[in-house]
Structures are given as C-alpha cells and as structure tokens.
C-alpha cells in the first residue's frame, strides 16, 4: 500500500476543508508514492518520535499537531522544528498532520473530550460559518429526478440528520438560440416557451467542483443555467467545543475531581466557586478562551478547556466555572481515537500508537 493509498482514509477521518484558515494540515513532509511500512500515530512529531518510527519500522507518522506550522525558510537543525523536518527527510518518513481538521469533525476532539466525561446531549458550541453553499439550476421534467439524484450522489442535500433535501417548484422559461445553438427544445431563432423544474440544493463549499461536474453530466440542456450563492447559515455538525449534560449533577468540587480523574491531569486552574451544582458543561479542547462567550451563551455552568490567560478568567464573569485542564491534557485520547479509527478501515498493516509523552509541560 503506498502512502497516496492512505490519505483519502486520513481525510475520511478529518477533512482537510474542515480545517481552519490558519492552520497547517495534510501530508506536510514525504512523497506520496513511498511504499508505506507501517503508520506511528503519535500526539506531537518530536524527534523522540520519529526515532521511535525508524524502531519500529514505520515510515508514515501521522500526529495531531503539525511539526510545521508556519513557513521555514531555512532547514540547518538549529531549532527542533528544523531537526524533525531534517531527520524524516533523511529517514524517508513522511508526515501527516490533522489538528483543526478534527478538531471541527462532530466525532473527532471534542467528541472524544466530551465521552471521556460523560457528556449527554452534546452538541457543537461554536457551528463553522461560511462554509455552506446553494445552487439553483432549472431544467424540463423529464431530467429533473436524474439530475437531483446525481447532484445528491455528489453530496448536495445533506441537513443535519437528513439527505437528499432539496426544494422544486415549477414555472416557464424562456429562450432564442442563434445559429450556433442546438436546443434540446425548439429551433434555432424559434423563441421557446418551456415548463421547467427549479432545483434547489445546499452542500459544504468543499464540494463545489465535484456538484458542478455532476450537474454539467446529468443536465440535459447545452447551456446550463444555475447560480451558487454563499449562506450565513452555520453549520451545526461541523464546528469547535461541544456542549453537553452529565447525567447526574454534581458539585463544583466533586466535578473538578471527576475531570481531574477522566483527564488524567495534575492540576486544574480555575475561576471562583459559584456554590452551585454543575450539569451542564461546556468542552474545547486546546487553545479555547475565543469561546467563552460562547460557552456562557450556551447556558454552561462549567466550560473546560486550555491555555487561558490571567484576564480570561474574568471573563467568566461569576456565571461560569471556567476551568484550564492543560493543553495536552485536553486532548489526550485524541491519539488513541485516530488509531482505532485507522485500524478498522486498513487490516493486515502495522498502525502502532505511539508510547512517547510529548507533553512539554511539567508539574513540580
């Protein structure tokens, strides 16, 4: 199996367009057509790991964090940055990052955030905008049912729970070809008068070229007419944090002790007690304090997540416990999902969960 074979099942796992702008996601370092060995999937791409790679004979690390993050405009070894990329070029290991790609995924971070405490009822916190399309097209009764299920098949329709939505009415179009037209209907210069079918379909923005060439293959007209217009809707399956219940409400206290048991984590900084019961809580696992807002919006009376500033917890402004559980912490079984999900779509191949701690931070 070579490496190129992989990567629609990566991106099966955590859509690269699910990706946020900023981020750097996909095969950063390696060649596609490498003959994979085996698959180390690991947190962070350390050096310890691609060492631990080489032992074990992989030569595909896939992490959640990408190595390389922002443009290197040198490659001498002199930051740990520059040595990873140096040692698995040398070493013919490729590289695959995932980070915000699933971090957006409604089964991926905060999914597995919000199972490891026993959340129910979840839902995203924060829904992608800018990230869902409309197309409108028209075209005779006749075509109408071929093109709506080759535009579904192409994933137009889907909402929420539901696929193959979409909205049709009737009416009449109009149209005079000239003497380079070959109308499905009428004669050139005839001006035609047509009973058509309007056909309206949503889709994730990603998905535009692969709806354009199924609408293109399936409409029966030589000229085809449609639109695509941007949506402000966002999308409520794809998007960061999670919010959720636990089953049974519990003191700030013995909440706190259930997050530092479930996430394995040594410490926990938080904002003042509030003396009252938590039940619902809101998730964002890594960097989350853009979402604070979101999460006191939501009703939560507790929202945990990493990386927050002295001011930040102001910002909970005696509504919310608001809770820094550690980066890493936060997103500790992230690396134990990405190999469960791999071992069940590739059999018979070594994909090995990487043993290294690549948490930088310490407690003393």
């Known amino acids: 199996m070579k490496i190129k074979e992989i990567l629609p099942i990566l991106e099966e796992m955590a859509p690269l367009a699910y990706a946020e702008d900023f ?11 490498t003959e994979a060995t085996g ?13 631990e790679a080489i032992a074990k004979k992989c030569n595909l690390v896939v992490c959640f964090h990408p190595i390389v993050f922002s443009g290197l405009k040198k490659i001498t070894g002199k930051n740990y940055v520059e040595r990873v990329v140096l040692q698995a070029i040398q070493n013919n290991i490729a590289i695959y990052a995932v980070h915000t790609a699933l971090d957006n995924h409604k089964d991926g971070v905060n999914r597995i955030f919000s199972d490891a ?24 009764a006749e075509n109408a049912e071929k093109l709506r299920h080759a535009l ?65 293959s399936n409409h029966v ?48 900084r938080h904002s003042e007690f509030l003396n009252k019961n938590i039940k619902k809580v809101a998730v964002l696992g890594g960097s989350g304090s853009f979402a604070i807002k979101n999460a006191m919006a939501a009703g939560a009376d507790a929202f945990l997540t990493a990386d927050l500033k002295y001011h930040n917890f102001y910002e909970a402004e005696n509504r919310m ?20 999900f791999l071992k069940k779509k590739i059999t018979n191949f070594a994909i090995i969960l990487s043993e290294k701690n690549t948490n930088p931070v310490k407690y003393f």
Not at 166 to 194: A, K
Not at 234 to 248: D, R, S
């Open 117 to 140: 405490l026993g959340l129910v009822n979840t839902k995203i916190l924060v829904p992608k905008s800018n990230f869902i399309r409309k197309l409108i097209t028209y075209t005779i």
């Open 221 to 268: 007209y030589e000229e085809v007419a449609y639109e695509i217009y941007d949506l402000q809707n966002a999308h409520q399956n794809i998007g960061l944090g999670m919010i959720g219940e636990l089953e049974t409400a519990r003191s700030e206290r013995d909440f706190l002790q259930m997050v530092k048991d479930k996430m394995q984590t040594e410490s926990i």
């Open 152 to 216: 579904f098949e192409a994933g137009a329709g889907n909402i929420g729970n539901y696929e193959n939505c979409s909205f049709n009415s009737t009416g009449i179009g109009t149209y005079r070809g000239n003497e380079n037209s070959n109308p499905e209907i009428g004669e050139r210069f005839e001006f035609v008068q047509s009973e058509e079918t309007k056909i309206e379909v949503t889709f994730e923005k990603h998905l535009e070229s692969k709806i354009l060439k199924a609408l293109f």
């Open 321 to 340: 416990l608001l809770c820094d559980i550690g980066h890493f912490e936060s997103e500790r079984y992230t690396k134990n999902y990405m190999v469960d």
């Open 23 to 33: 981020d750097n996601v996909g095969l950063l370092i390696g060649n596609p057509d």
């Open 39 to 51: 698959i180390l999937v690991c947190h962070d791409a350390l050096e310890s790991v691609i060492e």
